[in-house]
């Protein structure tokens, strides 16, 4: 049988069935045209592959052609019979091109310092990094609600004669409305949309500045990549249970009516986002200390950090 698959039983079957269904899923049809175009790339033929896969051929040309809705487990066998990543099968950015995937090739297994080396490098490359001495004239901080990135980015740009700007009001400006109205009447997608316009405007506007930016802002990854390339980034960390505190205590009773689920919540999305706080140049923890001596140990970092007088 040649890689190609001449005319069988099953193929004809399937064709014909494929041809009766003209609402096929596109979603479908574009994956079942990338296992035919991998199997074609790795000069396979659709036994050759069921076999090693360890599902029918019928199943398998049902996948090629848009009309079985495989599981992720299935799919994952294929794809290792496919010599292929999961992610290559399931088709994104990183595999529409011959480039792509010889970059993902230099890049896979590397260290997260490797990884941000090749980053930095990409955006001097491309001009998206940012003037390294304008750079460290902005400082960001970053963190969950209540770790406290109002209240001591108005302190550190006070002493810094610094503006202060907090990214979630000028969100609102963009919008002309809050942001839990954001989210309710646009939709998640929408807010992010603003955030990434609101810093965009900040960076422009502001030389210097001290910049609080929203919990969230670390999850859209091209906002991150401008708040990382213009900004002196710092993480304001605290332990879950003092940003609860600090949560209500700025009057917001509503994640204590379940603190136990709220404080779950709390963890998972701290476990969640923590890999991307720790992009930021400098960690910091404001747990357990004052205010005062909390604020003195941050203005120390961060002067000697940017080599401030």
């Known amino acids: ?69 495989a599981s992720i487990l299935v799919l994952q066998q294929v794809a290792r019979a496919l010599q292929c990543s999961l992610a290559e099968l399931l088709g994104d950015v990183t595999t529409t091109s011959p480039e792509w995937l010889l970059i993902r090739e230099l890049l896979e297994h590397r260290s997260e310092a490797e990884l941000r080396r090749a980053r930095l490098a990409l955006g001097e490359l491309f001009g998206t990094g940012g003037d390294v001495a304008a750079r460290s004239n902005r400082i960001a901080l970053i963190g969950l609600r209540g770790a406290g990135k109002t209240t001591l980015g108005q302190m550190l740009a006070e002493d810094l004669d610094y503006p202060f700007v907090e990214l979630s009001r000028e969100i609102e400006k963009f919008a002309g409305c809050q942001i839990s109205e954001i989210h309710n009447l646009y939709g998640t997608n929408a807010y992010r949309r603003y955030e990434r316009r609101a810093l965009e405007e900040a960076i422009q506007i502001y030389p210097e500045a001290v910049i609080a930016t929203p919990g969230g802002l670390v999850s859209d990854a091209a906002t991150l990549n401008l708040l990382l390339s213009h900004c002196y980034t710092v993480w304001l960390q605290a332990d879950p249970e003092e940003h609860m505190q600090r949560v209500a205590a700025q009057g917001d009773l509503r994640p204590m009516a379940a603190s136990r689920e709220a404080m779950d919540d709390l963890r ?34 961060v002067r000697e950090a940017l080599q401030i007088g």
């Open 1 to 69: 049988m040649s890689w190609n698959d001449p005319a069988s039983p099953v193929t004809d079957a399937t064709r014909e069935g494929a041809a009766d269904l003209p609402d096929k899923n596109p979603l479908l049809v574009a994956l079942g045209e990338r296992v035919r175009n991998l199997r074609a790339r790795r000069g396979l033929t659709r036994k050759a592959v069921a076999q090693v896969a360890e599902v029918s051929e019928r199943h398998l040309a049902n996948l090629e052609y848009g009309i079985g809705n």
């Open 268 to 301: 998972r999305i701290l476990t969640g986002r923590a890999a991307f706080y720790s992009k930021a140049d400098l960690v910091f923890d404001t747990s357990s200390a004052p205010l005062a001596e909390t604020f003195q140990a941050l203005r120390m970092k």
